[in-house]
Structures are given as structure tokens and as C-alpha cells.
């Protein structure tokens, strides 16, 4: 008896760690392995960051999420579970932390192992105008998708909440003589555990791994318990 309640500890214990490694952080990045193909240059700057792309830039960046994402994925949106992001299209940074940084679209496909075999991302950073922009506001954008594209100091046309629930996001672009394009970076994803950075955060477990942990601390005294306890 005393042998199966030590092989169920042991095996409750492994449970637990296993439920700490699924919570582990993961980096996701979009490294462009390819610059530009093509691009558009502005022809007259009347308002906002005019300038123009050069063949030498390319589309990359990375997001994080609190765990790896799901196996077998299709066409998903993932935007609720990035915990940040930083992307660049050579000219605009747009990071999670920058308050004029919306998610338009974001959803990726995974294969049976959890990592990413396809991806539409668009993020877009406002220039000018205040919250909330409307027609006429001045944005960028990044594309990465089956390549990687830039788009700088286009106009909005329509201003709404976007495919991934981004309110104030610009959801119809247009053009004129201030926007400048470039397209067709070629990129390659790949993931990885996030490490911690100095001092480690002290992992956790999830609601039910806390549960079980007291269970087994229960468990663990009663067997006590039993091993101290000598009938005369």
C-alpha cells in the first residue's frame, strides 16, 4: 500500500512540473531573411513623416505569449493572447508599449508541434491626430504575412475596431502623394522560451496546480501520520 501511495506522490509531482512548463512564456520572431522587392515612393509631402523606403530594409519583429501557442492551428486569432510586441518595416517601430500602436489583424496558422507555418499580422501606429482619429489621420503600417511589408504616412479613410477588437484603428486606408510602400521581404518564424531576465521570476502554478499541490501536502501528512502512529 505504502509503495502505490509513493508511486501516485511521484507521479502527482511530475503532473505539477509539467503544468509549470505549459505556463512557460514564448518569443515568437518574424527574422527578415530578405529585403525589399519593390516600393513606391512618395512624390509630394504635404503633412506627417514622409520618407521613402529603401530596397535595403525588410519587415521582421516578434511577439510574446504566456504560453506556447496551440497545435494546429488555422488562420487563428491570436491577438488577445500577446502578452507584447516590437515591429519595424524599416522606417516606423511599432511597439505594444507606444499608446498610438493598434492591432489590426492577427492571426496565425501551427502546425501539429505548435509552431507557426503561416501568419497575417498588421499592426498600425498613428501619427497624427488624438484618440479618437478620425478620416484624414496620418498612420503606418507593418505587414507580416506570407512576406513582409511597409506602409508609411498613409491617409485614413475610415477609423473603427478592427478584425483583432482593436478600437480606434484605422480599418480603410488610402492614398495620395505623401504615402510611400515597399513589399515582399521574405521572413522566416521561429519560437522559443522566453527567459527570464535577471532576477528569474519565480514560476507559478495554474488554479488547479495549486489545488493539487495542497492535496498532496494533505496527503503527505496523513502518511506521516500513519508511519508515526504505533498501535501497543
Same mark, same amino acid.
Given at each position: 500500500?505504502?509503495?502505490?501511495?509513493?508511486?501516485?506522490?511521484? %507521479? %502527482?509531482?511530475? &503532473?505539477? +512540473? %509539467?503544468?509549470?512548463?505549459?505556463?512557460?512564456?514564448?518569443?515568437?520572431?518574424?527574422?527578415? @531573411?530578405? *529585403?525589399?522587392?519593390?516600393?513606391?515612393?512618395? @512624390?509630394?509631402?504635404? #503633412?506627417?513623416?514622409?520618407?521613402? /523606403? @529603401? &530596397? !535595403?530594409?525588410?519587415? *521582421?519583429? *516578434? /511577439?510574446?505569449?504566456?504560453?506556447?501557442?496551440?497545435?494546429?492551428?488555422?488562420?487563428?486569432?491570436?491577438?488577445?493572447?500577446?502578452?507584447? /510586441?516590437?515591429?519595424?518595416?524599416?522606417?516606423?517601430?511599432?511597439?505594444?508599449?507606444? =499608446?498610438?500602436?493598434?492591432?489590426?489583424?492577427?492571426?496565425?496558422?501551427?502546425?501539429? $508541434?505548435? +509552431?507557426? @507555418?503561416?501568419?497575417? #499580422?498588421?499592426?498600425?501606429?498613428?501619427?497624427?491626430?488624438?484618440?479618437?482619429?478620425?478620416?484624414?489621420?496620418?498612420?503606418?503600417?507593418?505587414?507580416?504575412?506570407?512576406?513582409?511589408?511597409?506602409?508609411?504616412?498613409? =491617409?485614413? #479613410?475610415?477609423?473603427?475596431?478592427?478584425?483583432?477588437?482593436?478600437?480606434?484603428?484605422?480599418?480603410?486606408?488610402?492614398?495620395?502623394?505623401?504615402?510611400?510602400? %515597399?513589399?515582399?521581404?521574405?521572413?522566416?518564424? !521561429?519560437? $522559443?522560451?522566453?527567459?527570464?531576465? !535577471? =532576477?528569474? $521570476? #519565480?514560476?507559478?502554478?495554474?488554479?488547479?496546480? &495549486?489545488? &493539487?499541490?495542497?492535496?498532496?501536502?494533505?496527503? !503527505? +501528512?496523513?502518511?506521516?501520520?500513519?508511519?508515526? /502512529?504505533?498501535?501497543?
Amino acid at each position: 500500500m505504502r509503495e502505490c501511495i509513493n508511486k501516485w506522490l511521484a %507521479a %502527482a509531482v511530475l &503532473l505539477c +512540473a %509539467a503544468t509549470v512548463a505549459h505556463s512557460q512564456a514564448m518569443v515568437h520572431t518574424a527574422t527578415a @531573411t530578405g *529585403s525589399y522587392a519593390g516600393k513606391i515612393d512618395f @512624390t509630394v509631402c504635404g #503633412i506627417g513623416p514622409c520618407q521613402n /523606403f @529603401t &530596397l !535595403a530594409m525588410g519587415a *521582421s519583429g *516578434s /511577439f510574446n505569449t504566456a504560453a506556447p501557442l496551440a497545435p494546429n492551428l488555422a488562420a487563428a486569432n491570436i491577438a488577445p493572447l500577446m502578452t507584447s /510586441f516590437s515591429f519595424t518595416d524599416g522606417i516606423t517601430t511599432y511597439s505594444s508599449a507606444n =499608446p498610438a500602436v493598434r492591432i489590426l489583424v492577427a492571426t496565425v496558422s501551427t502546425n501539429g $508541434a505548435g +509552431a507557426i @507555418t503561416a501568419s497575417d #499580422i498588421r499592426v498600425q501606429r498613428w501619427h497624427t491626430g488624438v484618440v479618437p482619429h478620425g478620416a484624414g489621420d496620418r498612420l503606418s503600417m507593418v505587414e507580416i504575412g506570407a512576406t513582409g511589408s511597409g506602409d508609411n504616412n498613409a =491617409p485614413c #479613410i475610415n477609423v473603427g475596431v478592427s478584425p483583432a477588437g482593436t478600437p480606434d484603428s484605422c480599418v480603410l486606408i488610402g492614398g495620395d502623394a505623401g504615402r510611400s510602400i %515597399a513589399f515582399n521581404s521574405a521572413r522566416v518564424w !521561429a519560437s $522559443a522560451l522566453l527567459l527570464a531576465a !535577471a =532576477p528569474a $521570476a #519565480i514560476p507559478t502554478l495554474s488554479e488547479w496546480g &495549486l489545488v &493539487l499541490m495542497a492535496a498532496l501536502m494533505g496527503l !503527505a +501528512a496523513v502518511v506521516t501520520l500513519r508511519r508515526g /502512529f504505533r498501535p501497543r
